[in-house]
């Protein structure tokens, strides 16, 4: 998702409350120093305008949420959602996730959400994809040992290459869906993405995956 830029989103940004403007600074330092709480951190990673994270936030008040979002322009939508919401347990990051371990410290994130990620569609391109081993291996390095990784798409061939770097990544598989909103136990308690609504009101299956390391002896 790349909206038109938005002229001042940037200083909106900078301005706002609501996102954390030197994130290298909270490593290891989120739940002290930003939640003030001891509550566990949840993450998704490309955000856009931040429906899901925010409907899980207001769902779960006993969990903090971060979006991760590259964009000005579309992190500008979600600062001005969470201006109206103002929910105490959401932040926003405006970072490309390819610098995800110089935020975070080893163990410290429960879960990550990877939400219609962006396809990359050509070869050159698939370890800028968010579901690739590139990225698995970082988010290795962030997830306290039982997290899991939860990634939802329509796009069929972006799904089945993420399911081969799961296992190439020596990941677990624990959940898989190939039509989210007919599965009776994967569709328990879903919330719907901004891209999810839209690509299933034309009809499209969503696919999701829940993943987890591999333990020893596994
Ligand atoms: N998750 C939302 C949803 O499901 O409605 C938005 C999906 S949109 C297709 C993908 C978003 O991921 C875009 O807003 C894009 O800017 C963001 N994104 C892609 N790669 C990213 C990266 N490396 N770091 C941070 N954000 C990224």
Sequence with gaps: MRLRNIAGSREVIADSDF???DPNEKKGLWKKEVFCN???IRIEIGM???RFIMDMAALNPDVNYIGIEKYSSVLLRAIQKQEQTLLPNVKFIRMDAEDITEVFAPGEVDR????FSDPWPKDRHAKR????????ARYDSILAPEGVVEFKT????LFMFALEEVESAGWNLDQVTYDLHSDPVMNV???MTEYEERFSSLGN???KYIISRKRKGE
């Design 38 to 40: 001891d509550n566990r």
């Design 205 to 207: 299956p969503i696919y």
């Design 112 to 115: 990550i959400y990877l939400n």
């Design 48 to 50: 856009g305008k931040g």
């Design 154 to 157: 329509d796009n069929r061939d």
């Design 189 to 191: 308690g879903n919330v």
């Design 129 to 136: 994809r968010l579901p690739s081993r590139q990225f698995l």
């Design 19 to 21: 996102t954390v403007k």
